[in-house]
């Protein structure tokens, strides 16, 4: 069977810690994260402005712009059960903890919740686990691939996201 396979890569800078770590990742510190989105199809687009593609790299550039590096680059990213870390980055005028209801609201809701009314007035984008490589894959890949989906009318899906920390480790995920 012919398959087709594309990928499209973007790179932020953000912060993370990993608070039950038994090392030094549970220290407040950043990554210069490298994402890779793969898509495949078993057929290339017949028509149109896709024609002779699995999806335009251009629709991927901007997708993972928009839901990745314009809600985490040069931001911190967090769990919401860090709650030392949260309590630290409250609002100093939130004495009865509605900020951190408004984010786990937010996070029960849509799987994220991204922030600026912070105490550091700083990009907060929390989610529901900790935020190792493996779970922003699995996170990343979620948010996306739906939007892979719908754009290609079915035709293209997103196989997989890797999300390398460093330069020599990486984690990804597909479903199964």
């Known amino acids: 069977m012919t398959r087709y396979r594309v990928s499209r890569r973007i790179e932020i800078d953000a912060a993370h810690r990993i608070p039950d770590h038994r090392s030094q990742c549970r220290h407040l510190h950043g990554h210069r994260y490298v994402i890779e989105a793969v898509c495949e199809a078993g057929e290339l687009h017949r028509r149109g402005g ?44 939130d004495p009865e903890g509605q900020w951190w209801r408004r984010l786990s609201e937010a996070v029960a809701r849509d799987g994220y919740a991204l922030d600026q009314a912070n105490a550091l007035a700083g990009r907060l984008y929390v989610i529901a686990e900790p935020p190792t490589a493996e779970v922003l894959a699995a996170h990343w890949f979620q948010r996306l691939a739906p939007r892979v989906a719908e754009v290609s009318d079915g035709n293209a899906a997103m196989i997989e996201m890797i999300v390398w920390e460093t330069p020599n480790c990486w984690a990804s995920y597909r479903p199964s």
């Open 50 to 93: 896709e024609r002779g593609m699995v999806v335009d790299f251009g629709f991927l550039a901007e997708l993972m712009r928009r839901e990745i590096e314009g809600l985490c680059d040069h931001g911190l990213i967090a769990a919401i059960d860090d709650q030392q870390l949260l309590d630290c980055l409250a609002p100093a005028d």
